[in-house]
């Protein structure tokens, strides 16, 4: 083959891999609430021009967070307490103002060792999927021609 036709052949390669990116940058989004085709919609790489770990660990934290009990929780609460902030605004800053108090007097995380936390994270089943997620985003032939 010519060099002609080994050039061509590398600038299709190289659109098909970044129509895919942007594919998944819009699933993505789309699995996160987000609008696919927002404002911000611009050609940069999935990482958005940070490195390949940081962005392996934001999509991990992502990820976690999509499948996690509280995020659930947050869902159904966020309508009821936004119509209640809307109709009594002085109400919920009170109300916000005497939990944080409490929180503050309280010092819940006086009672949590951090040994315990950490065995607990360790023992955690979904610490291998974080990790595995971690790695599986991140772009390590980037990394690689970065470092050269």
């Known amino acids: 083959m010519s060099d002609g036709s080994d050039k061509l052949a590398r600038s299709r390669q190289a659109i098909v891999e970044h ?3 942007k594919a998944r940058r819009r699933e993505e989004r789309a699995n996160d609430g987000l609008d696919a085709a927002g ?6 790489p999935f990482d958005n021009g940070r490195g390949g770990w940081l962005g392996g660990l934001r ?5 976690w967070w999509r499948h996690h009990p ?3 929780a ?13 109709r ?3 109400v919920f800053l009170g109300v916000a103002a005497g939990l944080g108090a409490l929180v503050l007097v309280a010092r819940p995380w006086k009672l949590v060792s951090a040994t315990g936390l950490l065995v607990a994270l360790l023992k955690s089943s979904q610490l ?5 997620s971690a790695m599986s985003a991140a772009d390590f032939e980037k990394d690689h021609q970065r470092y050269r």
């Not at 404002?39 to 940069?44: A, F, L, S, V, Y």
């Open 74 to 86: 947050l869902q159904l609460a966020t309508p009821a307490l936004s119509s209640f902030a809307r």
């Open 59 to 63: 999509h991990a934290a992502r990820s």
């Open 19 to 21: 129509v895919r990116r």
């Open 128 to 132: 291998s999927g974080l990790v595995m």
């Open 70 to 72: 509280a995020q659930l």
């Open 39 to 44: 404002p911000d919609d611009e050609d940069t």
């Open 88 to 90: 009594k605004p002085v």
